[in-house]
């Protein structure tokens, strides 16, 4: 193992063994449920947006390593940005897991841990596990944009 993969190992565990952003909001401006059935990832993700800004993020999740450390990530990744940057963020990071699948992707310094990431890539199974937290961001994005707050909504992987 290089010393590369090596510290992508170590960041992507304690993201596992000690996420960020874990939790709830009481009162969120929205949340969504993410699942991927196939294997057995669940997470729910509070979105608290004011201004434009994500104010607030926090997540529960169950399920593997991959899922759970790539939410604390993105939670690190979108907390204080605007809804603009977070949906830039979103994009790179699904650019560099989806549309690059051959080679490494280098993020804008702001996102380097988020590289860690890449290293599933050779696991094609796994890529949905480190997509869901996203996908859920998504559809909070889309919720609180269309001012459909009051209702939580369901992403689901397949």
Not at 60 to 79: E, F, P, Y
């Amino acid at each position: 193992m290089s010393l590369s993969d090596e510290l992508y190992r170590e960041t992507i565990l304690d993201h596992y063994h000690h996420p960020r952003n874990r939790g709830v909001i009481e009162k969120p401006s929205t949340l969504v449920e993410g699942v991927n059935p196939l294997c057995g990832d669940e997470l729910t993700l509070y979105l608290q947006v004011e201004d434009s800004k994500i104010k607030d993020i926090k997540l529960t999740a169950k399920g593997c390593s991959i899922n759970t450390a790539s939410g604390s990530m993105m939670t690190d990744a979108v907390l204080g940005q605007s809804i603009a940057e977070a949906q830039k963020i979103i994009d790179s990071f699904k650019h560099m897991m989806l549309e690059s699948r051959e080679k490494d992707v280098s993020l804008p310094e702001n996102m380097e841990e988020l590289e860690a990431l890449q290293g599933v890539k050779k696991y094609p199974v796994r890529i949905k596990c480190a997509i869901l937290p996203w996908n859920t961001l998504t559809q909070a994005i889309k919720n609180v944009s269309a001012n459909n707050s009051e209702k939580s909504t369901k992403v689901e992987m397949s």
